[in-house]
């Protein structure tokens, strides 16, 4: 049957079928769409015979071409119908749909079931390759079609083009967005095929989401896998909760769904928003479930795949669930279930956030071959979790009954910010399912008690826990059950920061004869340690020290209480770490203000055993009483800590100033050796090493390149030079400061500059001349000390620079062969200023510097030949200025200045050169030159010379 029309329009319902057992074609073309008020329904084959009929003919084929389908009353379905007895039943083909609308019902696209009586009785596909977006107000239902034991196989569902999906009521129906391919008795079931989708939403405009079921096909008997489904194109998902299941229900899993389907998101842009709707449907569908297929433990099964590559899942009310299968008989071991994540946000105000993490468990029939349950595997670089009441993180291994439970693995690359409990455990029995926990930033901030439980865990490590109490004046950890000789290759706590207030108790823990970490941080006051044994000691190799940071202490503080805790430094080398304080400028602390650092006494720690300062901020402490260490404060010792901040600096204008000398140099010489008419281009070369006495020391070394270009020309009183030039240069630097407390302190860097400018130069006729020049461009420094504080200072830092050389000199005429030049010559270079962060968080300003430079001398120059002639000079240099301050900020706002390096004074300078004329066009030129006095050190130049 063939029908063309402009569109199809009711009042009431539409149903469009193909004939049952005809093997007869329906063609409907339209060039509009199908619009009804009532329901849509499309189907290819007719409905159900009873189970008694048999048909021996195939149903025939649909086929619909239109623009758009669209119920404004009513429910769209779009199906192929099950296979009943001998049926074959057609396949449907939308052509040219875009939208699929139902305003008012629920949208139901659904392949039918191969469930015959014969084998090989397939139920229709249906293609529907250009529908970009499915919107409805209750639902949407996208399923392939299942099989069945006899090999009947499901339909196919292929959306090829398919963008969007919208929902907007969110009933309390079991899922408000369906996506399932077909599961299967034998054979397979149906493949659904989505490749292009984008976003799934599921919004009624008030805030309320509804929920949301992804899900592979599963099988029963047969042990290849089930059909997978790929949805790597997704970049929204806003759901209510999510389930993704590589094969059976993700919230029951059930015995008899066998072999598993892959399901994979993998998407950095995809990020999941999920409000955690509270309404109860009797599923529990208010939390998120990421499950790959739980098999029957007792029957030959394939396991299935969970990937999923998201950059982030935010849940406003509830929390995940992340599960693999179990094992089974044949060989193959329980389903992988794997999330990886920039980010895992579990966060309510209720306090209804939890990440539950689970590996499968084991086949658990004892009479059969028993095989290991599956993997859970979770990567975020930051998880967070907000949980005031109950478990916030749970990570279990799989029950082993039998044979070995399930893998979890849990990796938090960055920070790991947790209000609530943390729960970590391996199997039931016999200790066999691996549980690995690895976190870098482990901050734990809650309201409550806070409990940590460690019990079977085959690797628990945490580099830096950190128990902030300002969040809450209950904050606390508690170690309940961390049995240390069940746990295999485990690193507790190799650092442990305890700020503002925060409680560390071991009560309750089976700690072996000592709990050890590594770096304890004590950051302000009123922080705990309870019920603990602590012995820093030889054996272990990690650092180990006691940092009071005094960032906010005031007067009369305690900073640790240790009440029921012993801590004994007996075999421990206290020079190398023990007891320092760092920030007392960064506390409330007057001079002649007291402080306890402990409340009671620490076994063998003298009261000579401790570093009270920390390089930038050095203060002076005096020990007023015994191993509790009472210290009162006496304040900073050493304004000049922050000199060494600004020796980079200066080696910069050091370099700058160097170079403007440098050039000078090359300038003159080209105007020197110009004849009336001539052009001359001069590339020069220039590498020296100098050390500047600045109060303290900075040794430079440079290399320079320049390139200068200029013509001379006849005047009424003489001849005028001119032209223009570039410049560049890179060095490298040490410097050297001592300072009262800290001692020596070197750092190294390096600098960079590029710049240009322009000259002229007139020379009268009674042999005076006079010369200008003017330069910009830019320098950049890099600079590093290593042991000013215990993590070092590093810095970049980038600033403009000009400046004006002028000059005024006499050439007397000794003889035919030689020459005197007596000249005075002003050097003024401006560097401008920069504001930099260092990595403690403070603020370095440094001011703009002016380097102002003279030079006062005379060069003697002898012509030995036509092609070949020397020169030797002396001067004095002073420079006026070349102080190189500024200020430091610390982090808590508290500005602190110190000396300025100085690059001031006298020296004296001496050269000796030699120009080779080796063609009437092309010269060579050799300078070198010494420095002694405020800076000395020496150099070369060398240039070539052309001229047109």
């Not at 062969?817 to 003024?828: E, I, N, Q, R, V």
């Amino acid at each position: 049957m063939t029908v063309t029309a402009h569109s199809l329009e009711s009042g009431g319902a539409i149903s469009i079928f193909s004939g049952r057992g005809s093997g007869n074609d329906t063609t409907v073309t339209l060039t509009g769409g199908i619009t009804a008020v009532g329901d849509i329904t499309i189907n290819a084959g007719h409905e159900a015979g009873s189970a008694s009929d048999v048909y021996n003919f195939s149903d025939g084929k649909l086929k619909i071409t239109a623009t758009e389908i669209i119920s404004s009353g009513g429910d769209i379905s779009i199906l192929t119908n099950n296979v009943v007895n001998a049926y074959n039943r057609g396949d449907l083909d939308l052509i040219g749909v875009a939208n699929v609308i139902a305003n008012a019902g629920a949208v139901n696209i659904h392949a039918g079931n191969g469930s015959g009586a014969y084998a090989n009785n397939d139920a229709g596909n249906i293609v529907a390759d250009q529908i970009e977006r499915i919107e409805a107000l209750e639902s949407v239902n996208l399923q392939a079609g299942n099989s069945d034991a006899n090999g009947s196989l499901g339909g196919d569902l292929s959306l090829a083009s398919l963008t969007t999906i919208v929902t907007h009521a969110v009933t309390n129906s079991l899922f408000e967005v369906t996506i399932k391919g077909g599961s299967s008795n034998n054979d397979g079931g149906g493949a659904i095929e989505i490749p292009n989708l984008k976003e799934i939403i599921t919004d009624n405009g008030s805030g309320a989401f509804g929920d949301l079921l992804i899900q592979t096909g599963s099988m029963t008997t047969d042990s290849s896998p089930a059909n997978s489904l790929d949805l790597s194109s997704l970049e929204r998902v806003q759901v209510g909760a999510i389930h993704l299941c590589a094969g059976d229900d993700c919230i029951t899993p059930s015995a008899g769904n066998l072999a598993s389907g892959t399901l994979t998101l993998i998407n950095s842009q995809l990020v999941i928003e999920s409000n955690g709707s509270d309404t109860d449907t009797g599923l529990g569908l208010n939390k998120s479930y990421f499950t790959a297929g739980r098999d029957n433990p007792n029957t030959a099964v394939t396991e299935g795949e969970l990937i999923v590559h998201v950059k982030g899942i935010v849940s406003e009310a509830s929390g995940l669930t992340v599960s693999a299968g179990y094992g089974a008989t044949n060989g193959n071991s329980g389903s992988k279930a794997e999330l990886i994540a920039e980010y895992l946000i579990f966060n309510d105000a209720s306090g209804n956030g939890f990440f539950t993490l689970h590996g499968g468990d084991d086949a658990i029939d004892g009479s059969l071959n028993q095989v290991a349950g599956g993997a859970a595997s979770v990567e975020a670089d930051y998880l967070t979790i907000q949980s005031n009441s109950g478990s916030g993180l749970v990570v279990s291994g799989g029950d082993n009954s039998n044979s070995a439970g399930g893998e979890a693995n849990i990796k938090v690359n960055k920070a790991l910010t947790l209000t609530g409990d943390l729960s970590i455990s391996g199997s039931v029995a016999n200790n066999q399912a691996q549980v690995n926990v690895s976190v870098e930033d482990y901050y734990a901030v809650g309201v409550n008690t806070w409990n940590v439980a460690v019990t079977d865990a085959e690797d628990f490590q945490v580099k830096n826990l950190i128990i902030d109490g300002s969040v809450d004046s209950t904050s606390k950890v508690e170690i309940t059950n961390l049995k240390a000789d069940q746990i295999g290759d485990v690193i507790i706590l190799p650092s442990v920061i305890i700020k503002d207030g925060g409680a560390f108790d071991g009560s309750g823990a089976n700690l072996g004869d000592t709990f050890t970490f590594g770096d304890l941080t004590v950051i302000g006051s009123g922080n705990t340690l309870s019920n603990l044994t602590i012995d820093y000691n030889d054996a272990v190799t990690s650092p180990q020290s006691i940092t009071f940071d005094l960032t906010g202490v005031s007067a009369a503080d305690t900073l640790l209480d240790i009440s029921g805790t012993s801590i004994d430094f007996a075999n421990k080398t206290l020079q190398s770490a023990g007891v320092r304080i760092v920030n007392p400028l960064d506390s409330g602390l007057k001079p002649g203000d007291e402080i306890d650092l402990f409340s009671a006494a620490v076994s063998n720690l003298a009261p000579g055993d401790f570093t009270a300062q920390d390089g930038l901020e050095a203060a002076v402490f005096s020990v007023l009483s015994g191993t509790e260490v009472k210290l009162s404060f006496q304040g900073q010792s050493d304004h000049n800590a922050y000199k060494p901040y600004f020796e980079g600096a200066a080696s910069s204008v050091l370099a700058l100033s160097e170079a403007a000398v440098g050039l000078d140099n090359t300038i003159h010489n080209l105007a020197a050796s110009l004849r009336s008419g001539q052009t001359q281009i001069k590339v020069g070369f220039q590498g020296e090493r100098v050390t500047n006495k600045t109060g303290s020391k900075v040794k430079l070394k440079l290399w320079g390149l320049s390139l200068a270009g200029g013509r001379k020309s006849e005047t009424s009183l003489g001849y005028l030079s001119y032209g223009l030039f570039l410049e560049g240069g890179w060095g490298d630097y040490n410097t050297f400061n001592s300072l009262s407390i800290i001692g020596d302190v070197k750092g190294d860097g390096d600098t960079r500059y590029f710049g240009g400018g322009l000259f002229v130069r007139h020379d009268f006729s009674q042999g005076t001349w006079l010369s200008l020049s003017a330069r910009a461009g830019v320098v950049d420094n890099d600079y590093q000390i290593d042991q000013l504080v215990s993590d070092g200072i590093k810095y970049s830092s980038s600033a403009g620079y000009y400046g004006i050389n002028f000059g005024v000199g006499h050439d007397f005429t000794v003889s035919d062969a030689t020459s005197l030049d007596l000249y005075g010559k002003f050097f003024w270079t401006h560097v401008d200023g920069d504001t930099i962060n260092d990595q403690r968080g403070g603020t370095v300003s440094f001011d703009s510097t002016n380097s102002v430079r003279t030079r006062i001398g005379g060069r003697i120059t002898q012509t030995f030949s036509e092609k070949v002639e020397g020169y030797f000079g002396l001067a004095w240099e002073h420079e006026f200025a070349g102080k190189t301050g500024g200020h430091y900020v610390t982090a808590s706002g508290r500005v602190l200045k110190s000396d300025s390096p100085d690059l001031g004074g006298s020296s004296a300078y001496a050269e000796l050169g030699l120009t080779i004329q080796a063609t009437d066009n092309v010269a060579f030129e050799l300078t070198g030159f010494g420095l002694a006095g405020q800076s000395k050190g020496g150099g070369a130049t060398a240039s070539l010379v052309l001229t047109f």
